[in-house]
């Protein structure tokens, strides 16, 4: 059973980039699926791209060619590279572990293990 924790939210202007971590402790983190949501204010959370236990990742068309997920599994921590950030990305980012089968971008409910979150806004 895995513990997750976040971070690298911040603040910036548009067209910016940042990374976000996710750092699991425990054990059998490599035989989890590893996902990111966000949370805007307001709205319903929503996954935006599940990485499978090999490394294969699928995206949320909404970020789509501007994210990127990957993982290690020998050091247990999952990434989020977010490039041409926009102030529709604003919002809490939480990081989730889950069982396979990796199909598709599973709704929350399939995750049993999550992260704290971390916030990222970003300015027009």
């Known amino acids: 059973h895995v513990q997750l924790v976040e971070s690298g939210g911040d603040s910036v202007q548009a067209g910016g980039s940042l990374k976000l971590s996710c750092a699991a402790s425990g054990a059998g983190f490599y035989v989890y699926c590893m996902a990111w949501f966000r949370q805007a204010p307001g709205q319903e959370r929503e996954a935006i791209g599940v990485?499978?236990?090999?490394?294969?990742?699928i995206y949320a068309d909404s970020v789509k060619g501007r994210f990127t997920i990957s993982r290690s599994n020998a050091g247990k921590v999952m990434w989020l590279q977010m490039n041409n950030l926009t102030p529709d990305d604003t919002a809490m980012y939480y990081c989730a572990a889950g069982r396979p089968p990796c199909t598709g971008l599973r709704s929350q409910e399939m995750y049993s293990v999550w992260g704290q979150g971390t916030q990222v806004t970003v300015s027009s």
């Open positions: 990485i499978s236990t090999a490394g294969s990742a």
